[in-house]
Structures are given as C-alpha cells and as structure tokens.
C-alpha cells in the first residue's frame, strides 16, 4: 500500500496553475504568516459585502463567511491553520454537499482559504477567492477527536504502479465525486490522472458529470473543487472554459503517456514564471486593511 508522503512546505508560489494541498507537517504548531503585502495574514474576514475578487490564482476574498468545525455530514480539519474561511456562497455549497452523503458518511473538509483569502506561503498557488476547497477521498464515519482533526490520515488511494487501492478506492469515492461534479455550482474538480482515468473506464450511464473532473498533479488522497464565480461577483476572473466532452480522449491520454505527474505533487516551477502577478488593487487595500 502506498502511503502518501508528508509534503514539506513549498513557497514558490509564483506559477498561477499551481493547485493545493499539502505542507501537512510544515504547518504543525506554526502560525501561518505569509507574505501578502503587510508581511502578515489577517485573521478576521474583510467586513462588507462578500465578494470573490480576482482569480483562484491572484484574488481574494471579502465578507467571508466560516464553515464550523462539524456539522451534518462533515468535519472541518486542520482548524489550527485558519483556513476554514470561504465566500458564503462556498459554504452553502459545502453543507449541501455534505447533507447528500449517505450517513453516518461525512466527508473530511481541508483548506478553503484564508479569512480574506490570498496568496498562502504553503500548499497551495490557488484557493486565494474562497471559492476552492480540499475534500478528502477518505470518509468518516463518526465524529473526530481533536488529534484526528488536527493531524488526518491523508493515505493516497493510487498506487506506485499506477493502480488503484481497493481498500481505499471504491463505489463511495465515485459517488462522492459524483454528488460534487453533478452539481452546477461546480466549475472544476482536480484529480490525480490515474482516478481520472478510473472514471474514465468504469463510469456508465450518465457520463456528463466526468467533464468538469481534470486530471492534475498529486490529488490523490483528496480532490479540489471549484466553484463557478458567484453572480454579481464582477470583480471575480473565472477559470478557462473547460473544452467539451467528458475529458476522457486526448487530454487524459496526454497526461497517462506522459507519466511527468507521478510521484509529484505539483508542477515543476518554470524559472520564467518567478515573478507573482500583479495583484488586483481592491485585494490591496483588503489584504492590508487591519
Ligand atoms: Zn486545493
């Protein structure tokens, strides 16, 4: 069984398609100071009205709302962090979401974003608008202690061959992403390629929901939704419209051949993309407004 390696902290932000997670033990007893334009993060939401600002890349996030630690169907990890802040519209999403799992299934929230979202120093280039969230394939079945929340077992689903772990793989992590891609809300899930290709393969029926599930590096002990920009939202950037189809052809077939993903969590960082890009000028004034 292959277990998925604790990540070190990664600060190389700059690349705007990097995604999520990790840094799960970089951040243990920490607090997360980063480097927005003050030098520090806040820990209280922008009051006003919520809003998405810019893209999942280079945004923030003002009037966020708290999702509480449980709930019906879901518990909320890593509180420590302070990342459990998303736009309310983000929130909703999820305690939807989490109603829909049979029970005593819940699902396992990791990162949404910080109180007024932004860049974070660790595990993630996105997540900066409130509208993305880390969910684990993995479910509970009841609710979890304190040391449970604030250090998950975050066990891969896919093997070093390629394959998938029966034991941690199965008809309750399809219809998980099942019950999160159909829902119009969605804009895209990242996957690792391998999960994606599962999908591919074994998926009958109703194959539309596929579409919106992209294959990514790393992802494979959790998937990252994101959700559409909110309407009236006009400062939010949404994502690259995702091409027709279930995404099952020549993209998926690219990422398999190429084989680059595995064994890594993100990307490599292209040395010409060092530099953070301009960030959007309400973000400044939120990010920096104590
Ligand atoms: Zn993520």
């Known amino acids: 069984m292959t277990r998925t390696p604790r990540l070190s902290g990664w600060v190389g932000a700059a690349v705007a398609v990097l995604l999520c997670w990790p840094a799960v033990g970089a951040m243990a007893g920490g607090s997360v100071m980063t480097p927005t334009i003050t030098g520090r993060v806040a820990e209280t939401p922008f009051a006003g009205r919520s809003q ?7 945004g923030c996030l003002a009037g966020a709302e708290a999702l509480p630690p449980s709930g019906p169907g879901w518990e909320t990890l890593r509180l420590e962090r302070n990342r459990f802040w998303g736009h309310p519209e983000t929130i909703a999403f999820l305690r939807d979401m989490a109603a829909r799992i049979e029970r005593p299934g819940r699902i396992l929230i990791g990162d ?33 202690t304190d040391a449970e929340r604030a250090d998950p077992v975050m066990d891969g689903v896919v093997n070093d061959d390629g394959s998938l772990i029966p034991e941690l793989w199965g008809a309750p992590q399809v219809a998980l992403l099942k019950t999160f891609a159909a829902d119009p809300r969605v804009e895209r899930i990242f996957v690792n390629p391998t999960i994606k290709r599962a999908l591919c393969d074994s998926v009958a029926g109703d ?21 559409h920009c909110p309407d009236g939202d006009g400062a939010c950037i949404p994502g690259a419209t995702l091409p027709p189809g279930d995404g099952c052809g020549e993209e998926l077939t690219s990422w398999i051949t190429t084989g680059d993903w595995k064994g890594r969590p993100r990307p490599p960082l292209p040395q010409q993309h060092n530099h953070r890009p301009e960030m959007p000028a309400a973000c400044r004034s939120i990010l920096s407004a104590y």
């Open 112 to 144: 949404i974003a910080q109180p007024r979202g932004g860049h974070m120093t660790s595990g993630h280039g996105s997540h900066q608008t409130g509208l993305d969230a880390d969910i684990l394939f993995r479910l509970a079945d009841r609710d979890l």
């Open 52 to 58: 998405a600002i810019g893209s999942a890349a280079n």
């Open 207 to 227: 194959r539309s929901w596929l579409r919106v599930i992209r294959p990514w590096w790393g992802h494979q002990e959790h998937f990252h939704v994101r959700l």
